[in-house]
């Protein structure tokens, strides 16, 4: 993992991640404070989704060190432990090992809560472990529905407790209201569908597919990628021969960066679509202009890193880290302000600072973020339920791989179609 911190920051190797103390200039020593709880963070640093990742992981970084900066959270002192989900064998984010480093993060005493994950693949593998240890963990890009959903708490919640909480929405309607997008804006009558096989991939795709179908778009077909296969061209001479009027794809960056690129070649003037996984630095970087100019994403989150109340976060965020800030990053720094804010609300309350009485605080939570109040409903889902919608637009003012600039920000989803 490349260090990323100053030199006046504290930091351990711990197994496969880092220990840091967060601090800058100006901030606390860390022989100044007596006390301290670690903030995890886990998120796949590493493969096709590094770069998405390392700016949310930047983003929940930046929360943390600008509460040290004021002197910690009623006398304890933040750190955090980071570590990395992806596999080289995976080439992206591995369930497996984020189940272990989620039983890492239990077995330290001191660690109160977590930032991450980032897939919902690595999602559904931590929640079980999570609920044993009475853990809460904080999401700022998981999006799959039914590791909250009540139907599923056995599975993904045996003690019973919400231990995974979002600051996005669900793919319960990101999925659909994309497709309300794509009927009513894009005026597509007739859609061909892929996903990539994961966990998110698969049920962004089938939520999609159900309301396109409910809405009255004629889905073609509907088809899996194999991450892992270099060469997607004979389902795409198939989607061309069939000539539906889009292409709409469940997924993440593995697949998806060679799914547009060739595309590009097979199907250059079909309207193709897809979710957060195709929303990112990575995206750009991988496929690259002119090949990924064109396509329409969606966050599952409300579009602020334009937002001139956010202009002097963004700016700080750039100075500090020498990228420019996705939305993501945006939920991420919410999702460490929350926590921070639960940590103080325990400590204040005279409670013993534990992941327990933390967890219980993040569910009570009412906290003013940058995107607005965050507030979470019994299951952990964020109460609001806002979908944007972007259009790769090459902007060559801008770096190619410049998340703010390269995707246009078109306006929010509809929830419910028009007519």
């Known amino acids: 993992?490349?260090?990323?911190?100053?030199?006046?920051?504290?930091?351990?190797?711990?197994?496969?991640?880092?220990?840091?103390?967060?601090?800058?200039?100006?901030?606390?020593?860390?022989?100044?404070?007596?006390?301290?709880?670690?903030?995890?963070?886990?998120?796949?640093?590493?493969?096709?989704?590094?770069?998405?990742?390392?700016?949310?992981?930047?983003g929940a970084e930046m929360a943390i060190e600008e509460a040290n900066a004021k002197g910690g959270v009623a006398g304890y002192k933040l750190e955090t432990i980071v570590l990395d989900d992806a596999t080289a064998t995976a080439g992206q984010y591995d369930p497996a090992q984020a189940a272990l480093n989620t039983k890492k993060f239990a077995a330290n005493p001191k660690v109160v809560a977590l930032v991450g994950p980032a897939m919902s693949?690595?999602?559904?593998?931590?929640?079980?472990?999570?609920?044993?240890?009475?853990?809460?963990?904080?999401?700022?890009?998981?999006?799959?529905?039914?590791?909250?959903?009540?139907?599923?708490?056995?599975?993904?919640?045996?003690?019973?407790?919400?231990?995974?909480?979002?600051?996005?929405t669900t793919d319960a309607y990101q999925g659909p209201n994309m497709a309300n997008f794509m009927r009513d804006q894009l005026k597509v009558k007739s859609v061909y569908i892929?996903?990539?096989?994961?966990?998110?991939?698969?049920?962004?795709?089938?939520?999609?597919?159900?309301?396109?179908?409910?809405?009255?778009?004629?889905?073609?077909?509907?088809?899996?990628?194999?991450?892992?296969?270099a060469d997607y061209t004979t389902i795409l001479t198939k989607i061309k021969q069939l000539n539906p009027d889009a292409l709409y794809y469940g997924g993440v960056a593995q697949a998806g960066i060679k799914l547009a690129k060739q595309a590009y070649e097979v199907i250059p003037k079909m309207i193709k679509a897809g979710g957060d996984g195709m929303q990112g630095g990575d995206v750009l970087k991988g496929v690259g202009f002119p090949a990924v100019a064109g396509w329409y994403v969606t966050i599952a989150s409300p579009h602020?890193?334009?937002?001139?109340?956010?202009?002097?976060?963004?700016a700080r965020y750039q100075k500090r880290f020498g990228v420019a800030p996705s939305d993501?990053?945006?939920?991420?720094y919410g999702a460490a302000q929350i926590i921070i804010d639960s940590i103080k609300r325990v400590a204040e309350s005279g409670k013993e600072v534990n992941r327990s009485n933390v967890r219980d605080a993040i569910q009570a939570a009412k906290v003013n973020t940058l995107q607005g109040e965050v507030s979470f409903d019994k299951n952990g889902?964020?109460?609001?339920?806002?979908?944007?919608?972007?259009?790769?637009?090459?902007?060559?003012?801008?770096?190619?791989?410049d998340v703010i600039h390269q995707y246009k920000y078109i306006g929010v989803a509809p929830e419910s179609p028009v007519g």
């Open 1 to 58: 993992m490349r260090k990323l911190y100053h030199r006046r920051q504290i930091a351990t190797a711990l197994g496969t991640g880092t220990i840091v103390a967060l601090a800058g200039p100006g901030m606390l020593p860390a022989r100044a404070a007596d006390k301290s709880v670690i903030i995890g963070i886990n998120l796949p640093l590493t493969g096709a989704d590094a770069d998405a990742s390392t700016r949310i992981k930047y």
């Open 381 to 401: 889902d964020m109460i609001s339920k806002v979908i944007s919608v972007f259009q790769v637009t090459h902007d060559p003012n801008h770096p190619e791989d």
């Open 121 to 168: 693949g690595s999602g559904k593998a931590m929640s079980p472990i999570l609920s044993e240890a009475d853990m809460a963990t904080i999401t700022p890009a998981s999006t799959n529905p039914d590791i909250t959903d009540p139907k599923f708490a056995g599975q993904f919640r045996p003690k019973g407790k919400a231990v995974y909480f979002r600051t996005v």
């Open 328 to 332: 993501y990053a945006v939920t991420a």
């Open 304 to 314: 602020k890193t334009e937002d001139p109340a956010l202009a002097d976060w963004v």
């Open 194 to 229: 892929l996903d990539d096989s994961g966990a998110y991939g698969v049920g962004m795709a089938n939520l999609y597919e159900q309301q396109a179908k409910k809405i009255g778009m004629k889905v073609l077909g509907h088809d899996q990628l194999n991450p892992k296969e």
